[in-house]
């Protein structure tokens, strides 16, 4: 346990140590999801001609960062497959959103305490609410050739969406 005059000085340390790294947080990059990973993209073929593609972004991934990267994998699914042409037979984008309460002001390290058995005191100190949002896309798509894709209005060429989409590479190490 910290003398009491210490609490101030850890509290400015963890506060600038949560900064330092808010600082440092980054969208999620284009990549695939691997085990143990919230980010990144999936996909899975469904049948001859049809996958599910997802992209699951960070709390600092834009929602239309999150969308443009599943349109990518699309594309790039759909190249991989033999196809040239893709449509959505399903589409949507997710909005998780967290709400986190962080106890502030003097009463946290002072006189307000943790009961186990039934949690702060309800005089206890004030909270900030924070809320993060992390966005989830997703899609089915059917795989088209160009004699299907001709004749379906709503079909996406997947050479053009990859030139007009690519991400830009990774800065320098």
Same mark, same amino acid.
């Given at each position: ?9 850890? =509290?400015? @340390?963890?506060?600038?140590? $949560? ?26 073929? $469904? ?15 834009? =929602? !239309? ?8 994998? @699309? ?15 399903? =589409? ?41 949002? *992390?966005? !989830? ?11 299907? @894709? @001709?004749? !379906?209005? *709503? ?19």
């Amino acid at each position: 346990m910290l003398a009491p005059r210490f609490r101030p000085l850890a =509290r400015s @340390a963890l506060i600038l140590s $949560l900064l330092v790294l808010a600082g440092c947080a980054t969208p999620a990059p284009y990549a695939p999801m691997l085990p143990g990973q919230a980010t990144g993209y999936t996909d899975r073929q $469904l049948s001859d001609n049809r996958w599910r593609v997802t992209f699951t972004g960070n709390s600092v991934t834009p =929602r !239309e960062t999150v969308e443009n990267d599943l349109l990518l994998r @699309a594309a790039e699914v759909t190249l991989a497959a033999g196809g040239t042409h893709f449509v959505f037979d399903t =589409r949507d984008t997710r909005a998780n959103t967290r709400y986190d309460a962080i106890p502030t002001g003097p009463g946290y390290y002072g006189y307000w305490r943790f009961h186990p058995r039934w949690g702060y005191d309800p005089f206890g100190p004030p909270v900030d609410i924070v809320s993060t949002t *992390k966005f !989830e896309s997703y899609a089915e798509i059917v795989v088209l050739n160009d004699a299907q @894709a @001709a004749r !379906e209005p *709503k079909s996406v060429d997947a050479r053009a969406v990859i030139s007009h989409l690519r991400p830009p590479p990774p800065p320098p190490v």
